[in-house]
C-alpha cells in the first residue's frame, strides 16, 4: 500500500512540534565517567536516531573529539557538565559540518567559555540557542508546507503512473537543495570566522 504524502507531511509537522532539546536542568551538574556520559547521551538523544541500532555517541568518538581538539580534556577521567554541552553541540554538527568545520567553531567557545570567569558560561550559551531554535519551529513547519505545495503542482504533464513518484522527488529535492545553501552558508561564516581571526 502506498503511503499518501499528505498523511506524511501532516506526520513530519507533527513530529517537529515534539521535537526538543536536552533541557539544561536534565543535563547532571556533577563529573561522571565515560560509560556516565554515553548512557546518558544515548538516553536524552534517543528520539533524534533514526535507526533503533544507531549509536549516539560511542566511547571512541569521545575520544577522538577530545584527541581533535573538539572537545576539552577530561579531568581525571570525569566529564563536567560543560563536556556534555559541548557533546551535545558536537552531536548535532556532526551530521552536517566536517570535523575541522566543527573544531573552529567551538574553539572560541570552548576557549571563551568553557571553565571560564567570562560573564557567559557554556550552559547560558546552550539555553539560549535552544530556546532560539525552538522559536524558529512555527516557520519552518510553514516553510515546509510552502515546499510541499510547490511539489504537488510539480510534474502536471506527468502520466498519473508517474506523477506520485515525481512530485515525492521534487519535495526531496527542493528540501536537498535548501540543506545545501544552508551549509554552503554555514561554511563561507566558518571561513570568515577562520579568516579573522589567523590575522
Request: glycine share 0%.
Amino acid at each position: 500500500m502506498k503511503i499518501d504524502s499528505k498523511d506524511l507531511l501532516n506526520s513530519i509537522l507533527e513530529s517537529l512540534d515534539h521535537l526538543n532539546y536536552i533541557p539544561l536542568d536534565e543535563i547532571p551538574n556533577i563529573d561522571l565517567y565515560m560509560d556516565q556520559v554515553t548512557t546518558f547521551m544515548e538516553k536524552g538523544l534517543s528520539p533524534t536516531k533514526r535507526y533503533e541500532e544507531d549509536k549516539i555517541l560511542t566511547k571512541t568518538m569521545i575520544n577522538n573529539y577530545a584527541k581533535n581538539n573538539l572537545l576539552p580534556p577530561p579531568l581525571k577521567k570525569k566529564y563536567s557538565r560543560e563536556h556534555m554541552i559541548v557533546l551535545i553541540f558536537i552531536y548535532y554538527f556532526k551530521n552536517i559540518l566536517s570535523i575541522r568545520d566543527i573544531e573552529q567553531l567551538l574553539q572560541p567557545l570552548t576557549e571563551k567559555h568553557f571553565h571560564t570567569d567570562a560573564p557567559l558560561q557554556i550552559d547560558q550559551i546552550y539555553q539560549e540557542v535552544c530556546e532560539l531554535e525552538k522559536m524558529q519551529i512555527p516557520d519552518l513547519k510553514e516553510e515546509l508546507q510552502k515546499i510541499y505545495q510547490k511539489s504537488e503542482e510539480s510534474f502536471s504533464d506527468a502520466p498519473d503512473e508517474y506523477r506520485e513518484d515525481l512530485k515525492t522527488f521534487s519535495f526531496i529535492c527542493s528540501l536537498s537543495f535548501d540543506i545545501y545553501l544552508k551549509k554552503m552558508i554555514v561554511e563561507r561564516l566558518l571561513d570568515d570566522l577562520s579568516d579573522s581571526t589567523s590575522k
